[in-house]
């Protein structure tokens, strides 16, 4: 289409109505832009936000990611305590004669240098009996035993019992594990301390529950 020309009353002055049309859509076009931002800026993208912080993810010990959905901070804290839990004793506490080094030294980085220096001095003749007498050590947290107290914006003191059943090719001996510890909550790694937290002021205890259960 040819541009139409209207002569204006002042001599060499012409409009162009094509072009001024074209700005003119140009102009409402860059309006509603604006408009658009402004309301996605006041309303849509907080809410994406806020919908995305208040939705968890937590990462298993075999290293799955999982949605917990929506909760507030405390359900947050007591899901990944369990998870933690299930972390700890399924890494230093759980162990056969060749993997005995791999797991033990996975389950030190939860620890404190103290913590650490406690456990490696109180369970090292037990890990060499594990070890040379081909022996298989399974522990399992026992979720409804944990109690958690002193939570603070810096950590929490906790106290959790466990199953642990040493096994060998015909029979296993079962025990309770007792630990109770201050945690510090630390910053995240992956995948040595998934979830930020670290024990200081650790103590563990075992007792027998049965002996030479018949393995099936």
Known sequence: MSSIKVENEFKGYHVDLVKDRMKGRLVVWGSVVVAVVAILTTYGIPTMVEKSMSETVLVTQEGDVVRVGSKNSMEVLQIEILSHLDYTFGTYYTYNQGNTDQKREAGLYLYSRGAAEYLESKWSNWVVDVRNQGLVQVTKLIPESVV???VSGEGFHIKAEAIMDVRNEDYINRYKLVIESDV???????????????????????????QNIPVE
């Not at 910053?187 to 937290?197: A, C, I, K, W």
Request: net charge negative; proline share 3%; no cysteine.
């Open 184 to 210: 510090l909550k630390v910053e995240r790694t992956f995948p040595l301390n998934r979830h930020g937290m670290q024990y200081y002021n650790y103590a563990d205890d075992l007792e027998i529950v049965e």
């Open 148 to 150: 958690v107290t002193n």
